[in-house]
């Protein structure tokens, strides 16, 4: 925590010398927001004028801000089948030049964006008794992520500690006991990006009682398999009980237990880090169709001209069966040839997710810094 505090200040103390102009309001550390409800949301968490401008959309989300063009920044992560991601509003953008105003994206109508149909390409949505870890494949194309984008982390933290995206706010209903009850989560992490996701969130009153260290937000040129190793698999969909990872970053050597920071991009690229992250045991895992998860967004047409075809590979079938775009609402402007592409992407398998995942801290070391 004290470490996350002083990066911060330092961060801040940087952006504010280069625009020290600008009068700003400084804003309330998002992660410093408690709100019993998503009815207790005002229409925007962070309203005050930030060193990167102002929140980008809103927290009331309900019927009348569903739609495709919604700026929502209020996001649920429930079930499998109930979950969103944060993407960008503008089709073919890059998160890192993005991650400040990102949007819900989400398998269900929580008053924001829809996830268009046969975008999500294999789901494991993992309990652990500190966290739930949602992990998988999208065409990222179809949530406004450019093609070939590595991506990054988005957390509720940033530079000035208003989040990215800032403003955002995260509820779940999985610890309460019932669907309609729900609980902010505080800390959060999604990495997203190379046509993969993880997100994850952790609860305050969780046994280990380390919310903010399950869910660290300083390993971000680090991607998914140092921060959330998961054992996703392109097309399957399932849901497991899982053991909780080692706290990410966090290892033991010669008898000393030793907590890893990330060199500055100064460095160069990360090429090796001195521990290696392991996928926590899992076990009752149940199996699932996309077909019977994603009814809500059966008829959800992306902006991405996806041919039904193109989009299937053999295994369980379940994503592409439903696949072919309807009319409607697309808005975007995405060529075949860049949705196309976004298939060819990855072969099936655990290992595959950390192999690729490897290209993505590659591709995030050399893009542009993603603020802790
Ligand atoms: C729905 O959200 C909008 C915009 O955030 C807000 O102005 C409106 O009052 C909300 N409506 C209801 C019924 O809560
Ligand atoms: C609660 O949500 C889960 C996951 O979406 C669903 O399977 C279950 O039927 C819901 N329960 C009720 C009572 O609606
Ligand atoms: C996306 O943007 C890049 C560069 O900004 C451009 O080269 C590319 O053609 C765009 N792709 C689409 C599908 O619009």
């Given at each position: 925590?004290?470490?996350?505090?002083?990066?911060?200040?330092?961060?801040?103390?940087?952006?504010?010398?280069?625009?020290?102009?600008?009068?700003?309001?400084?804003?309330?550390?998002?992660?410093?927001?408690?709100?019993?409800?998503?009815?207790?949301?005002?229409?925007?968490?962070?309203?005050?004028?930030?060193?990167?401008?102002?929140?980008?959309?809103?927290?009331?989300?309900?019927?009348?801000?569903?739609?495709?063009?919604?700026?929502?920044?209020?996001?649920?992560?429930?079930?499998?089948?109930?979950?969103?991601?944060?993407?960008?509003?503008?089709?073919?953008?890059?998160?890192?030049?993005?991650?400040?105003?990102?949007?819900?994206?989400?398998?269900?109508?929580?008053?924001?964006?829809?996830?268009?149909?046969?975008?999500?390409?294999g789901?494991q949505?993992?309990?652990?008794?500190?966290?739930?870890?949602?992990a998988g494949f999208?065409?990222?194309?179809?949530?406004?992520?450019?093609?070939?984008?590595?991506?990054?982390?988005?957390?509720?933290?940033?530079?000035?500690?208003?989040?990215?995206?800032?403003?955002?706010?995260?509820?779940?209903?999985?610890?309460?006991?019932?669907?309609?009850?729900?609980?902010?989560?505080?800390?959060?992490?999604?990495?997203?990006?190379?046509?993969q996701?993880?997100?994850?969130?952790?609860?305050?009153?969780?046994?280990?009682?380390?919310?903010?260290?399950?869910?660290?937000?300083?390993?971000?040129?680090?991607?998914?398999s140092?921060?959330?190793?998961n054992n996703a698999q392109k097309d399957v969909?399932?849901?497991?009980?899982?053991?909780?990872?080692?706290?990410?970053?966090?290892?033991?050597?010669?008898?000393?237990?030793?907590?890893?920071?990330?060199?500055?991009?100064?460095?160069?690229?990360?090429?090796?880090?001195?521990?290696?992250?392991?996928v926590?045991?899992?076990?009752?895992?149940?199996?699932?169709?996309?077909?019977?998860?994603?009814?809500?967004?059966?008829?959800?047409?992306?902006?991405?001209?996806?041919?039904?075809?193109?989009?299937?590979p053999?295994g369980?079938?379940?994503?592409?069966?439903?696949?072919?775009?309807?009319?409607?609402?697309?808005?975007?402007?995405?060529?075949?040839?860049?949705?196309?592409?976004?298939?060819?992407s990855t072969p099936n398998g655990a290992g595959a997710f950390g192999v690729s995942l490897?290209?993505?801290?590659?591709?995030?070391?050399?893009?542009?810094?993603?603020?802790?």
């Amino acid at each position: 925590m004290a470490s996350y505090a002083l990066s911060a200040l330092l961060a801040l103390a940087s952006s504010t010398l280069v625009t020290a102009q600008v009068p700003t309001i400084e804003p309330t550390p998002l992660a410093s927001l408690n709100f019993a409800s998503p009815a207790d949301l005002p229409y925007q968490v962070e309203p005050n004028p930030v060193v990167r401008g102002s929140q980008f959309g809103f927290n009331q989300c309900n019927s009348t801000t569903q739609n495709q063009q919604s700026l929502c920044q209020t996001m649920y992560v429930n079930s499998i089948d109930d979950f969103c991601l944060w993407g960008p509003d503008k089709p073919n953008s890059t998160i890192s030049d993005t991650e400040g105003e990102e949007v819900a994206w989400c398998t269900k109508p929580h008053g924001a964006r829809l996830i268009p149909n046969g975008a999500l390409q294999g789901v494991q949505f993992l309990k652990a008794p500190d966290y739930i870890l949602v992990a998988g494949f999208i065409d990222q194309t179809q949530v406004n992520i450019q093609d070939g984008d590595f991506g990054g982390e988005l957390d509720p933290h940033g530079q000035d500690l208003a989040g990215n995206p800032m403003g955002g706010i995260v509820f779940s209903n999985a610890y309460s006991g019932s669907n309609t009850t729900y609980q902010q989560m505080v800390e959060w992490n999604l990495f997203i990006g190379g046509n993969q996701f993880c997100l994850k969130i952790c609860p305050t009153g969780a046994p280990g009682n380390n919310p903010a260290g399950y869910c660290r937000n300083t390993l971000d040129r680090l991607g998914c398999s140092v921060n959330s190793p998961n054992n996703a698999q392109k097309d399957v969909y399932e849901v497991c009980d899982s053991a909780d990872m080692d706290l990410p970053g966090v290892y033991v050597s010669n008898g000393q237990t030793i907590t890893y920071t990330q060199p500055p991009e100064s460095l160069g690229a990360i090429t090796s880090i001195p521990f290696t992250a392991t996928v926590p045991a899992s076990s009752n895992c149940t199996p699932f169709s996309s077909a019977a998860l994603y009814t809500d967004i059966a008829s959800v047409s992306g902006a991405s001209t996806t041919p039904a075809a193109s989009a299937t590979p053999s295994g369980s079938g379940s994503v592409s069966g439903s696949a072919k775009p309807t009319s409607g609402s697309a808005t975007g402007s995405h060529s075949a040839s860049a949705a196309g592409s976004s298939s060819t992407s990855t072969p099936n398998g655990a290992g595959a997710f950390g192999v690729s995942l490897v290209a993505g801290v590659i591709g995030v070391a050399f893009s542009v810094a993603f603020l802790a």
